[in-house]
């Protein structure tokens, strides 16, 4: 009888362990780790890139739960070129140096006021569209790209000096189309024009398909489609 509650209570003591185990896993030993196989971005000293990256690095190492500091450290470097690996070159490897890698970096390159101007002169430093479909059509995936970037830092979207700035690099023509598309809404703000010139080139793009020698013996039936459009 005895040996019947004990075999009973060895069941029991077992069951409780595995519970246990399952609720508070032990940590796992650093060299038995496996890291994701992937290629983590370099990074060169690009302030405008460095929100991007950091992201992804975040993602990937900094926010890894069971890597020790020192391993991310590693990581770190190894990820750093040009003048952003020689800021943290003097920081040996060490889980008490992580820490003070991750604020250089962060007090050198993520400063969002600095990285705005760095946008809005990238922005304004885009060379003008000429009337080519395909070279506007270029023109406004660069200008959105910046602009993504512009939002993160809250940028007012509506910023009449960011809005003229971004017809500036447009032909008069698809200037005049935006601005008949804007006569049916005078409260647009950046995401309107956006919004707008991509409807306007979609057009134009349109036009160059079924005739590629001339957009000008299209543009009533432009007329047409943005006279459509404002009415939607």
Known sequence: MEKAVEEVQAVIAKQQQRRDEAEHPAPIPCHLIQTPKLELPKFAGDMTLFPEFWEIFSAAIDNHPYMTDATKLIYLKGALQGDAKDIVAS???GDDNYSKAVELLKNTY??????RNRLVEQLEALPPANESPLVQRTTLCKVKAIWVQLINLNEQPGSTMTMKTIMS???QKTREKVGELRRRNDNWNTEDLL?????VIDQFELMEDTDPTSINA??????QCVREGTKS
């Not at 993520?110 to 990285?115: D, F, Q």
């Open 169 to 171: 690099k447009f032909p």
């Open 91 to 93: 920081v040996q490897v």
């Open 218 to 223: 299209h543009r009533s039936y432009l007329d």
């Open 195 to 199: 919004s707008a010139l991509d409807r």
């Open 110 to 115: 993520n400063r969002p006021e600095l990285l």
